[in-house]
């Protein structure tokens, strides 16, 4: 069982991005992947999972590694989806389960979310991608990149990260398997109240899995909350998709659920909403 943990946002946000590559995908900022794998080791990746991905040329290994180092595909037509179906985040507290590089829980705070959370399953995930994600995303880019060629160059390079770290108030990080996530949330004697809206992208692809992430579904979504659940149909060689897991949530009789779009593109994906049964 892998403990959940907290990570606590440094003090310096400069700390946060020293040596990292960061390039950019839809205007979002994420560290580059294969830069990490150079640099990263020793205490910045104690899990060893850089090396033992790279090592073993896999991005999944389970109960060690769970894919957190790469962007999958589904976290793009779970964003696509945002805008098209005009998802309000304002206000909202929201979770991004089995985050990896963070960019869905980075829309909803672009969003004006009250209230983002982001876990994964690794620590060196959270530590060396996703925090650094959020940092350049909400706080080094506070000012929109017009703004920033119109104003004068600095005279000098700024010491500190620019724009704005309050939106980091309002975000807190999570290693760990999500049993023990939810423990640590529903057990802390830090205030806790639960999410409006979790989001998740390409998490359904091993069954072993399902039962506790329904359970973590059911015990940390609002009463009236929605989940927003990105995956391919089939997941070859694990086994997993989306008919399986829709099959298991009614067999589980909780939540209701509909495929509320599906994308021919490649192999077939599809997003599928999940609300209480006896929510409004």
């Given amino acids: 069982v892998k403990a959940a943990k907290e990570h606590i946002i440094p003090g ?18 994420h560290v580059k992947v294969s830069a990490l794998e150079m640099t990263c080791s020793g205490d910045a990746d104690s899990e060893g999972i850089v090396s033992k991905s790279v090592s073993s040329h896999s991005d999944l290994i389970p109960g060690v590694y769970e894919g957190g180092l790469k962007i999958w595909e589904c976290t793009f037509d ?11 985040f304002t206000n909202k507290t929201v979770l991004d389960l089995g985050c990896g590089a963070g ?8 969003c004006q979310a009250e209230r983002v959370h982001f876990q ?18 909400c706080v080094n880019e506070s000012t929109s990149g017009k703004d920033r060629k119109a104003s004068k160059p600095p005279a000098k390079r700024p010491k500190k990260a620019e724009g704005s770290p309050d939106v980091l108030t309002k975000c807190r ?14 057990s802390s004697n830090k205030p806790f109240s639960k999410y409006d809206i979790i989001l998740t992208s390409e998490t359904i692809y091993n069954p072993n899995y399902y039962s506790a992430l329904h359970d973590t579904l ?16 089939h997941y070859f060689g694990v086994g997993g998709g989306i008919y399986l897991f829709q099959k298991f949530i ?23 909403e999940m609300a209480f049964k006896d929510s409004s």
Wanted: proline share 1%; hydrophobic share 45%; glycine share 4%.
């Fill in 12 to 29: 310096d946000l400069n700390k946060v991005l020293e040596n990292k590559v960061m390039e950019t995908v839809l205007d979002l900022s």
């Fill in 78 to 88: 779970l964003m696509d989806y945002f805008s098209e179906a005009e998802i309000q």
């Fill in 103 to 110: 960019l869905l829980g980075i829309v909803a705070l672009k």
């Fill in 120 to 137: 994964d399953y690794n620590s060196t995930v959270i530590e060396e991608i996703t925090l650094p994600n959020v940092v350049a995303n």
């Fill in 173 to 186: 990080f999570f290693s760990g398997e999500w049993s023990e996530v939810s423990q640590l949330l529903l």
């Fill in 218 to 233: 059911a015990q940390l979504l609002d009463k009236n909350g929605r989940v927003y659940l990105a995956s391919k149909v």
């Fill in 250 to 272: 009614e067999e589980r009789n909780v939540f209701r659920t509909s495929i509320i779009k599906t994308i021919d593109q490649g192999l077939q994906r599809c997003i599928m």
